[in-house]
Every structure is written in C-alpha cells, then in structure tokens.
C-alpha cells in the first residue's frame, strides 16, 4: 500500500509539500498540486480522512434530518443537498425520523460527539428550546421549517402565500365548499398554510367547514382515506386543497374506483410539482416549490458558518411559490 513518503519521492516534492497539497493549504503553486494529484493517481494513493479530520477537527459531513425518505418532496430535497454538498467535498448523512421527537434529538447528538460538522433541520418535532442547546456545538440551519424564536438561518417558501393562491384559484373556479388537507400539526409550515388557506375564503366571504380539514395526512393511502370520509358526508366538498401531490394523487386514484370525476365533479390541488403532478390522469394542479434553489442556498450558508463559526446569527432567507395549473382543477 502506497504512502505519503511514496507520492512525495514519486513526485519529487517534500513530505511537507504533499501534506499541505492533501490538506487543502493555500500556499501551494499549481504546478506543485498537479505532481502531487498525478503521483496520488499512479500510486493509487488515498489519504486517511480520519486523520485528516482529526487535524482539521472537521468532518466533511453533514448531517439532514427529514421525516420521510418516502416523501417526494423530502427526497428530492435530499437529493439537492446531497448535490449541493458535493460542490464543497462534503457527505450527506441522511436521518429519517418518521415524525418522532425522540428521534429528532438523537440525531442532533451526532453535532454533540462531533460526527458531523453541522445539522440541517427539515421539519421541527421538539420545542425550540430542547433544539438550542445544541448550537453549542455546532450550526444548525432550518431548510423547509422555520421557527421566530430560532436565532439561526433559515431558508424557506412563503407557505401562507402558498396556501392562499392554490384556495382562490378553486374560489375564482366557483367552488364555495372546499376540503383541505394537512400534515404535522405542530410545523409552522401546516399552520402557515392553513392561514393562506383561510385567508382566501375570509376575502371571498366564505366560512371554512372544519369538517372539511382533514389533518397528519401525509401518503397517498391517506389520500384515499380522506376520500373515503368525504364520501360519508351529507354533502360532498366540489374541490379538496391537498397540500401534497402525493395526498392529491391518493385522492385521485381513490376518486376513480367510486366512479368520481375529476375535475367535473371533485375538483383536486396538489403541493411541491413532484414528477407524479404529470404521471397521473388528469394531470395535477400544484403549486410549484424551488426545491433546488431551497437545498443549495441552504447548503450555502451552512458552509458559510461552519468557516466563520458564527453559529448564533438570525439569517431569513424566502423564496417565492408559483401556482401550475393542470388538468385536476376546472
């Protein structure tokens, strides 16, 4: 097995040299990188990342925490990050809760023991205050979630904003009795949805049905139970705001097997433009979210803290969401 004494002679260079070369140090020429890659490639020579890491008292990992690998939208927010991440030499630890808070601060344990160098939260399961004292050891950025009390960046969507245009989009259509569907209770995200939800029946002079919201639905067999129990009301809702395409295809699929027509007789909005918006028949009306640009701004200024330490800084970063109607909405 080759070692740095070997790519150092190969190349003609110090021990020195080929260590600062391998560490990333910035008073090394070109010239001399170069030798030193070319006689790592011969050698087949790789460096020990936990000594490295050990110098550096850097990981080169990050850690993400989501609720669902299964989610549409969460995996290709994983997917980005782990893209964005790449871009920096980072890793991607993926930590999958499943909507337990217990679980939530066992991976924030991995910021404590030092396995990785900062923490990107999707979702928030605990109290902010159970969150903060982990910021001792190390950043955390808020990606999708966000909470007033934290003083960390977040990177987020206008989910009020969200919630309102895809409700008057079905109002503007006619429809004046409309179910809504909704995830984790305690996100700020559900409950900021919700408000653009109620925002756009108050303007229009509608009431909301609360038997009519259906809440912690999140799959596509919970889409097909929620129609389902719209099929036992006395009187039926003409369009559901799903708040996930992958609840409004449930819905959809379920609308079919009972004979229902979408959008002629149930009309159904989507969330995130996930690929199964255009797989399905009809096609699904959704609002669009910038998971890509989210993930990599996100990415951003988590590298941003790690170099400058500044963990404790309230940063708000918002990007916009725009309706795509399709064919599941009339």
């Keep these: 097995m080759a070692t740095i004494e070997d790519v150092a002679k190969l190349a003609g260079l110090s021990r020195t040299t080929v260590s600062r070369v391998i560490n990333n140090h910035p008073y090394v020429s070109e010239q001399k990188k170069q030798l030193v890659l070319d006689a790592m490639n011969e050698l087949g020579y790789v460096p020990n990342s936990s000594a490295r890491s050990l110098r550096s008292q850097k990981t080169e990992m990050i850690a993400v925490i989501i609720p669902r690998v299964m989610n549409p939208f969460f995996g290709q927010l994983v997917e980005s990050l782990e893209i964005a991440a790449s871009e920096y030499h980072y890793q991607l630890i993926v930590c999958q ?3 337990s808070a ?64 895809a409700t008057k989009h079905l109002i503007d259509a006619g429809h004046k009795r409309i179910a809504y569907c909704c995830g984790n209770v305690k996100s700020n995200v559900t409950k900021e949805r919700e408000n653009g939800f109620k925002q756009a029946h108050e303007e229009s ?34 369009a559901i705001f799903t ?23 149930l009309s159904v909005v989507g969330f995130d433009n996930q690929d199964i918006t255009e797989l399905i028949d009809p096609m699904i009306t959704t609002v669009h979210q910038p998971v890509k640009e989210m993930a990599h701004k996100a990415m951003q200024v988590m590298m941003d803290k790690i170099k400058f330490k500044n963990y404790l800084e309230k940063e708000t970063y918002q990007l916009p969401l725009s309706l795509i109607i399709r064919n599941s909405t009339i």
């Excluded at 160098?117 to 903060?132: A, C, M, P, S």
């Excluded at 982990?134 to 987020?156: D, K, M, Q, W």
């Excluded at 509608?206 to 097909?224: H, I, P, Q, S, W």
């Design 205 to 238: 002079g509608l009431t909301v049905d609360n038997r009519l919201v259906f809440r912690n639905v999140f799959t596509f067999e919970d889409g097909k139970k929620v129609l389902n129990e719209i099929l036992q009301l006395n009187e039926m809702p003409t």
């Design 102 to 165: 217990k679980k939530e601060l066992d991976y924030l344990n991995l910021l404590k023991t030092k396995q990785v160098d900062g923490v990107i939260l999707t979702t928030l399961l605990n109290d902010w205050k159970q969150i903060e004292p982990f910021l001792e050891y190390g950043p955390i950025v808020l990606c999708n979630e966000y909470e007033e009390r934290a003083n960390i960046p977040t990177v987020h969507m206008d989910q009020q904003y969200g919630g309102y245009v």
């Design 97 to 99: 809760t499943l909507y």
């Design 243 to 265: 708040g996930s395409d992958e609840v409004a295809a449930g819905v959809i699929a379920e609308a079919k097997k009972f004979g229902i027509d979408v959008p002629n007789e």
